[in-house]
């Protein structure tokens, strides 16, 4: 059984900063596409932003130059660095990734269950 854990989520006064990590566990074989999603109250899930494999990212504009996405293959985490945060970056946030596992193998797209960002004064 593959796991998402994601932690770091928190309150934070605008302006501030805060790191997500998002652990994967299990029987896993490969980590492929991995990326970080939110969903504000009362609005869609959006991507935030994604990594492939070899490092490659992308970013939602309205995070573009605040947001830092990275992660650690040999530990398989992923990282979100969270910088300038902003009022509306208040969301819950996801981490998904596309898995090979073994025993049974296959190819999943696995979700984590959320952390809470909260930018207020």
């Known amino acids: 059984q593959v796991q998402l854990v994601e932690s770091g989520g928190g309150l934070v006064q605008p302006g501030g900063s805060l790191t997500l990590s998002c652990a994967a566990s299990?029987?896993?074989?490969?980590?492929?596409?991995m990326a970080w999603y939110r969903q504000a109250p009362g609005e869609q899930r959006e991507l935030v932003a994604t990594?492939?494999?070899?490092?490659?990212?992308n970013y939602a504009d309205s995070v573009k130059g605040r947001f830092t996405i990275s992660r650690d293959g040999g530990k398989n985490t992923l990282y979100l660095q969270m910088n300038g945060l902003k009022p509306e970056d208040t969301a819950v946030y996801y981490c998904?990734?596309?898995?090979?596992?073994?025993?049974?193998?296959?190819?999943?797209?696995?979700w984590g269950q959320g952390t809470q960002v909260t930018v207020s004064s």
């Open positions: 998904n990734a596309d898995i090979f596992s073994v025993a049974p193998f296959a190819r999943k797209e696995y």
């Open positions: 299990g029987r896993i074989f490969n980590i492929n596409n």
């Open positions: 990594i492939t494999k070899e490092g490659s990212t």
